[in-house]
């Protein structure tokens, strides 16, 4: 695993819908393209599954960053369990901001099973970006 | 102008004795104190009361559950009909059994409770005054000024007040669900005083975001006067911004929580 160069290797959660992040995620595997090692990927069958008492969770937990990746909008498997997440996802990052929690520890994107390659760069930017932003130490300090 | 303690006696009267209601539900003073009461006829209303600020949705939602076809008038404020509103999208309440009596805020009320609307739909009682905005509030600027870790500290040093005695859920007029997550260990450890914040607060923040409508029960009943709708104020702001959307105007309105992008559009929130 890979550290920054203070050491800090970060934890990181990807929740993948079944349908097309996760498949992306498995081509950016099988096509052996270079990724951090930080991440650690939950498959769900839809984005609209990941419930943001999930994401509280995680990153009460001691998690330092969140994704949650789904189909592109208008390619969701369940048709609009995409835009829910969207919305949900929206609304929860301001929240975590009110709260004392950088927002940018959630990321929210869509990949495609055809884009092997944009997930493999959406994860190296977003492990990046909470390298950057150091550990999260949660909201007990 | 008419007293509008009069003026709410003289409504009250006409739907009892019309036969349109079968009780008008409003406050009372009683043994020293004010607190609901069930006017049944004319003559009980002349100890009716308008102050202080009381919540009635929840008391409403009682009767109907024991009288499904009582009809009511229940005395509202901005608040108590925003309440009712969301309540009837959730079937806790039947708005068509009821008959609002709407009773304008004042000035000073709008900005103790930093509310937007001070007042019902349709006003019987009381002069309109304009709203204020949640972050024309001297504490909640405050807040937003803060840096991330500033705020995290303020709220890990507030929330860690918390005695889980439920007061805050209890209050509220829109915390309805029958099987509260609040006390599913999955979640919320039992036993454990204070409770893990970030599961019991934020999740409780989060579920109330949709449909939370500024009543400030929740703080009203915190024993440990955790400033809950500091916070609950800046998350209406922003359902406000992003989806265009206010919890308790139109009871036609679903949440945006659960409708596609199509339905209800999401909106760029500025700058704070
Ligand atoms: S202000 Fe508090 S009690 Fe009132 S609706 Fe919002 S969360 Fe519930
Ligand atoms: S905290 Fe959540 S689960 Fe509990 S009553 Fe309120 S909305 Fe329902
Ligand atoms: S009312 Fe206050 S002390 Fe009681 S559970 Fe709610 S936040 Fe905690
Ligand atoms: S199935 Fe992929 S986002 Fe719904």
Redesign the pocket.
């Known amino acids: 695993m890979e550290k920054s160069a203070d050491g800090f290797k970060p934890k990181i959660l990807a929740f993948c819908c079944n349908w097309c992040s996760y498949a992306g995620a498995d081509l950016a595997g099988v096509s052996r393209l270079q990724m951090p090692s930080d991440f650690r990927v939950i498959r769900v069958m839809c984005s609209a599954r990941v419930s943001p008492e999930w994401v509280i969770k995680a990153l009460a937990g001691g998690v330092d960053g969140v994704m949650v990746l789904g189909c592109h909008i208008g390619d969701c498997h369940y048709i609009s369990g995409n835009h829910r997440a969207k919305k949900r996802f929206a609304l929860l990052k301001e929240m975590l901001g009110y709260l004392g929690i950088n927002p940018a520890r959630l990321y929210v994107d869509w990949v495609s099973a055809s884009e092997g390659a944009r997930f493999q760069q959406i994860v190296t930017e977003f492990v990046e970006t909470v390298k950057e932003l150091g550990p999260h130490h949660g909201p007990e300090g | 102008m008419q007293d509008p303690v009069q003026r709410v006696r003289e409504i009250a009267g006409q739907l009892l004795t019309g036969g349109q209601v079968d009780g008008v539900l409003g406050l009372c003073e009683q043994h020293g104190g004010v607190g609901p009461c069930l006017f049944r006829g004319e003559d009980d209303l002349s100890s009716l009361v308008l102050e202080p600020k009381y919540p009635l949705a929840n008391v409403c939602k009682l009767i109907q559950a024991r009288y499904p076809n009582g009809r009511l008038g229940v005395i509202v404020r901005g608040c108590d009909e925003r309440?009712l509103i969301e309540m009837a999208k959730r079937e806790q309440v039947d708005l068509d059994k009821l008959a609002l009596i709407g009773l304008a805020c004042t000035e000073a009320q709008a900005v103790e409770c930093r509310c937007r609307h001070p007042y019902p739909q349709r006003i019987d009682v009381g002069e309109r005054v304009e709203g204020v905005a949640p972050t024309v509030d001297e504490n909640v600027r405050k807040l937003l000024e803060q840096g991330f870790n500033e705020r995290l500290a303020f709220w890990h040093h507030e929330f860690s007040k918390c005695i889980k005695c439920y007061g805050?859920r209890n209050?509220?007029?829109?915390?309805i669900c029958e099987e509260c997550i609040l006390e599913d260990e999955l979640w919320v450890q039992p036993g454990v005083v204070p409770p893990d914040y970030a599961a019991f607060q934020f999740i409780r923040a989060y579920h109330?975001s949709d449909?939370?409508?500024?009543?400030?029960?929740?703080?009203a009943a915190c024993p440990m006067d955790i400033p809950?709708?500091r916070l609950?104020a800046l998350v209406r702001e922003t359902v406000r911004e992003l989806f265009d959307y206010e919890a308790g105007a139109d009871v036609a309105a679903p949440s945006p929580l659960v409708t596609t992008l199509e339905e209800t559009p999401l909106l760029e929130v500025g700058e704070r």
Do not use: D, M, Q, R
């Not at chain 2, 209050?171 to 915390?175: D, M, N, S, T, Y």
């Not at chain 2, 939370?212 to 703080?219: A, D, P, Q, R, V």
């Open positions: 309440a805050c209050a509220c007029p829109v915390c109330i449909k939370c409508i500024g009543c400030g029960e929740c703080e809950l709708t609950y």
